[in-house]
């Protein structure tokens, strides 16, 4: 990496002019952020005055034609970008009638960004305080100059760049300074985030938001493209672009490494390649892939996929998958040809919080452990973890999550790696049907809809994870109590709020029966017993003991997972539970009861059609196998 104290060279220094910025206004804020060492800032009109050109408009174009192009020899010669203010000094009356006083393309030539404001500096921040555009007589002569720009830019593949939003590359640095600090620069971003959300959302409800780099696959997006980008750039040229992010944005290389990754670094067919190549790698998990479609059926739901990297690889993936082009699907960020924000982790937090207060919507963030700033602002969350991770890794990790205020749940998906068998991946189907069957706060099927007659769907979405019995010996008793404490606190809400429809009026305090299948998994029921505050759980047995004695003072049963690998035993053991008492509530807190092939799940829907009580099945999306 390049010596920050040391200034980092190329032989293509940018060389970034900004329009209409007044008297100099950007440069005084350059000088504060910026150091010598590392730039030139160049006040054109100051320059003029101490070469003593004369004000009229034909001499200051003599003057410019022959400086700029000597001027561009010298920054080559030393290898350091330049910042360039006031480069154009005459008027726009002047400037209308004789587009030669604005730019020739020998004057252009020297530069690599123009950066035209559509206000004067003294006017940016009455502007972002009202966003609407005033009502400025000049504006349609402003618009000619500016369409003329524009051409002149794209014929002599100058980038062109208008208003702070748009800013790419080097020319980001120059915006970023007309902010004072951090919050600003947020509500900046706010602003321009009203952009994309030009489509209707008066039909939405509920918004899913994710990180698509962090969660959607398991391809680094960022290192694939990196590579692709350093077979045509040199070492020089990319510590240039590391030191000017590291200095200038003040922001992580990776958070803001996108901005070097535009059409203005390389060229375009070999941006698209480039871009094509990443994309024919990145898969999609197919868990996400049948949500998305899941989602994408629902008239309340729009989706918002947020990128930090190049745009066009996940155009050409959401493409290929059939999920892009339409309206309730927004794929937010990274780049598009020339005019589009910068996305970044600082701005995704704005945007969920954007959906939530201003548009009204209920708002499911999906991140990575990184995204703990855009997850915390979501009404909930969930985190994709790493299975490859230790277990005490995960469980830190959440922990982490949750210590942090964020109301969020686990999705355990395995990253595409060797040691990753295909049996610890879930199923398709049970991440499609689980996660979109809940009716708690995440509402992806509308209220309206109703589950199956015979099935009752309890949300666990609250719920970090339900602790198993294998992990119960080497974790924390407290943390397992207080999960199971709060599992049983949703069963028996549910249950007294008569959920189940069971035709019977529960009681105030329902006893419960837990019934496990193995040793940890009795102790581990045992061990909570009473830890509610107000006690309710009777008894926990293991399933070759009940009898009908067990059985007389009980007013629900809950069985784990574990009695429902035992085989044949299901529909007898259920059947014996309903000889003795044919109104008993029997939940099965287990979120592949109905979702997993391994599992006899016909016999369980056989005794819902053929008995006259419901099954409730608790669902948490993504818990780890417990109870095994």
Request: glycine share 4%.
């Amino acid at each position: 990496m390049a010596d920050q104290n040391s200034p980092a060279r190329t032989s293509s220094p940018a060389i970034v002019g900004i329009y209409g910025c007044g008297e100099s206004a950007v440069l005084d804020l350059l000088r504060v952020e910026c150091d010598s060492r590392f730039f030139f800032l160049i006040d054109s009109l100051q320059e003029m005055s101490n070469s003593r050109v004369p004000a009229e408009a034909a001499a200051q174009f003599h003057y410019r034609e022959n400086f700029w192009p000597e001027f561009k020899k010298g920054c080559q010669g030393t290898g350091i970008p330049a910042v360039v203010t006031s480069f154009y000094t005459a008027g726009i009356d002047e400037c209308i009638d004789s587009t030669n006083l604005m730019l020739t393309a020998t004057e252009l030539m020297a530069f690599t960004h123009i950066v035209y404001l559509d206000q004067p500096v003294t006017e940016i921040q009455e502007l972002l305080d009202d966003p609407m555009v005033p009502d400025d007589p000049l504006l349609e002569r402003r618009e000619k100059e500016k369409a003329h720009l524009r051409r002149l830019c794209h014929d002599n593949q100058v980038t062109f760049v208008v208003s702070p939003h748009e800013a790419p590359i080097s020319a980001k640095m120059i915006m970023t300074f007309l902010f004072e600090n951090e919050e600003t620069n947020r509500q900046v971003a706010k602003i321009a985030l009203d952009i994309p959300f030009l489509l209707d959302l008066d039909k939405a409800e509920t918004a899913l938001v994710f990180n698509a780099d962090s969660v959607l696959t398991s391809i680094d997006i960022e290192t694939a493209f990196q590579k692709g980008l350093c077979a045509y750039r040199s070492g020089s040229e990319n510590l240039l672009h590391r030191h000017i992010l590291s200095h200038l944005w003040a922001q992580p290389y990776l958070a803001c490494c996108q901005r070097v990754m535009r059409r203005g670094e390389v060229g375009i067919k070999v941006y698209e390649e480039i871009c094509k190549s990443v994309a024919d790698r990145v898969l999609i998990h197919p868990e996400f892939q049948s949500f998305l479609e899941k989602a994408l059926e629902k008239n309340h739901i729009c989706v918002f996929l947020l990128t930090s990297r190049p745009r066009l690889i996940w155009d050409i993936v959401l493409e290929r998958k059939k999920l892009g082009g339409g309206v309730k699907l927004q794929l937010m960020g990274g780049d598009h040809i020339f005019d589009d924000f910068i996305m970044t982790p600082e701005m995704m937090p704005v945007l969920v919080r954007h959906l939530r207060t201003t548009k009204n919507l209920k708002v499911w963030a999906f991140g990575g452990l990184r995204d703990q700033d855009m997850m915390r602002e979501a009404h909930a969350a969930m985190v994709l973890l790493d299975m490859s991770l230790s277990l005490n890794a995960q469980k830190n990790a959440m922990k982490a999550v949750i210590d942090g205020g964020i109301p969020a749940s686990p999705i355990k998906i395995p990253r595409l790696s060797t040691h990753m068998t295909p049996g610890n991946n879930m199923t398709t189907q049970f991440f499609k049907d689980c996660v979109l069957s809940l009716p708690g706060r995440l509402q992806v099927f509308h209220p309206n809809d109703k589950a199956p007659a015979n099935q009752i769907l309890i949300s666990g979405a609250e719920t970090p994870s339900l602790p198993s019995s294998s992990d119960y010996q080497g974790a924390s008793k407290e943390a397992a109590r207080y999960l199971w404490d709060h599992i049983m606190r949703k069963i028996i809400e549910a249950y007294q709020n008569e959920s189940f429809d069971m035709g019977v009026v529960p009681p105030a305090e329902p006893r419960i029966l837990i019934v496990a299948t193995t040793k940890e998994g009795r102790r581990m029921a045992d061990d909570i017993k009473g830890t509610l505050s107000d006690p309710t759980i009777h008894e926990a047995m293991m399933a070759r003991d009940i009898s009908k004695s067990h059985l007389a003072d009980i007013d629900m049963v809950v069985l784990t997972r574990g009695i429902l690998h035992s085989g044949s035993n299901i529909p007898n053991f259920v059947h014996r539970i309903l000889c003795i008492n044919p109104t008993m509530p029997i939940i099965v807190a287990a979120e592949k009861a109905f979702y997993n092939a391994t599992v006899p799940c016909s016999d369980i829907r056989a005794l819902c059609e053929t008995t006259s009580i419901k099954i409730a099945t608790l669902n948490f999306a993504g818990v780890p196998n417990y109870d095994q």
